[in-house]
């Protein structure tokens, strides 16, 4: 184990834990034992993102729980998080997301939340670090969708089924379902049955209004959720 990997252990745990203060480089820096410009070239070599933009992103990451599960105001979520003014905090915000926080509470959208790098993911200090699928926050929204029922399913084998069921329901849902927003993204949810291997898949499409839900698909309610997302 190389010392360079023992430092970006380090500074993974360090941003976590630290998640509350105002993190700066030569913060990091120290706690590496490194040079702010080597720890930051060793950091975006192992991983391919600026070291700053990384631990902002967790710190906003984390503060995602507050901002639309809790009733704080967007001031108090801020300075909790160490930034010193409401408008830092929501500048901050808007760059990561794409969105200010009020409009991230006020509006269903699926936010692209910056994963935590863990020591495990390393293939190579050399060749960076390769990532799955990216964590996203889905806020609250309508979705209608199918139910597809597997007896017997094996996750190692039979997965492209499920996949194949989403497919087939967008296609038929674009065609059906009036009020469909997000045409290209469908969510999918796995419910475990009575039995180890049966499950129901239900992939759905977001809707901006349900006046009338097609027969054969079903309507509901998603509560702010924390998935993953494929391409």
């Not at 990091?28 to 950091?43: C, D, I, N, P, T």
């Not at 105001?73 to 830092?88: L, P, T």
């Not at 020591?119 to 979705?143: H, I």
């Not at 094996?154 to 194949?164: F, G, R, V």
């Amino acid at each position: 184990m190389t010392a360079a990997y023992d430092s970006i252990v380090k500074i993974l745990s360090f941003i976590e834990t630290r998640r509350y203060d105002k993190l700066s480089i030569h913060q990091l820096a120290g706690e590496a034992y490194l040079s702010a410009s080597h720890l930051q070239r060793v950091f975006r070599l192992a991983s391919g993102q600026s070291l700053m933009h990384y631990a902002r992103g967790r710190k906003l990451a984390h503060s995602l729980g507050e901002l639309l599960y809790g009733n704080d105001r967007i001031i108090d979520v801020a300075m909790r998080y160490g930034f010193q003014h409401e408008q830092s905090y929501i500048r901050a915000f808007y760059k990561e997301f794409g969105c200010t926080p009020g409009e991230a509470r006020e509006a269903s959208r699926i936010l692209p939340i910056r994963a935590r790098i863990a020591p495990e993911d390393f293939k190579s200090l050399e060749q960076g670090l390769l990532y799955g699928p990216k964590l996203v926050q889905v806020s609250s929204m309508r979705v209608v969708g199918k139910v597809y029922t597997y007896y017997g399913f094996d996750q190692a084998k039979d997965a492209p089924l499920t996949h194949k069921a989403g497919l087939d329901f967008c296609a038929e849902a674009l065609e059906k379902i009036p009020g469909a927003s997000e045409q290209n993204v469908y969510l999918g949810f796995c419910k475990q049955l009575e039995g180890i291997k049966n499950i129901e898949y239900i992939p759905c499409i977001q809707a901006k209004n349900m006046p009338h839900i097609p027969e054969g698909f079903t309507g509901m309610t998603v509560p702010p959720s924390l998935c993953v997302c494929f391409h």
